[in-house]
Each structure stands twice: as structure tokens, then as C-alpha cells.
């Protein structure tokens, strides 16, 4: 369960408080790059990743965030 996960808290803190998220995750190469991708296109096709995303934001800004963070992620996954 995201919402009571401590690690998934913690990838989610990290992707809340990273500016240049995108800028990161697309430095990536190889092996590296391939797993992230695979891992993050498997978080985003399942059902509770962003009930659990939106748990572990910062309530007052969790909608535009988790939007956000969401569009990062789908934009990396479809680089090529």
C-alpha cells in the first residue's frame, strides 16, 4: 500500500522537492536508463500510484503537484 509506505515516501519526497527532476532522469544512459524507465511506466499504469503520490504531498499544493510530477514522469518515459 503506497499511502502507508515508508520508502514510497521517500521517492515521493524526493520527487516533490526536486526542481530538476526531469533534467535528472534524463541524464540517465544505458541500463540505468532503461530500468527507470520501465519501473516509472509501471508506477504510472497502476491503480494506486496516484492516490498514494497525492498521500504523501504536501496537502495545500498536492493536486498541481502530483499533476506535475505525473507529466514529468510520463514525458521521460516516452523519450527516446
Avoid at 39 to 56: M, N, V
Avoid at 66 to 80: G, K, N, Y
Wanted: hydrophobic fraction near 35%; glycine fraction near 2%; charge should be negative.
Amino acid at each position: 500500500d503506497y499511502r502507508t509506505s515508508s520508502d514510497f515516501e521517500d521517492i515521493v519526497y524526493v520527487f516533490e522537492n526536486n526542481t530538476t527532476l526531469y533534467e535528472h532522469l534524463s541524464q540517465t544512459t544505458g541500463a540505468l536508463r532503461q530500468y527507470l524507465k520501465e519501473e516509472l511506466a509501471r508506477l504510472l499504469t497502476d491503480a494506486d500510484f496516484e492516490e498514494g503520490l497525492y498521500s504523501h504531498l504536501e496537502p495545500f499544493h498536492a493536486t498541481a503537484t502530483s499533476a506535475e510530477i505525473i507529466q514529468t514522469l510520463r514525458r521521460f518515459i516516452s523519450d527516446e
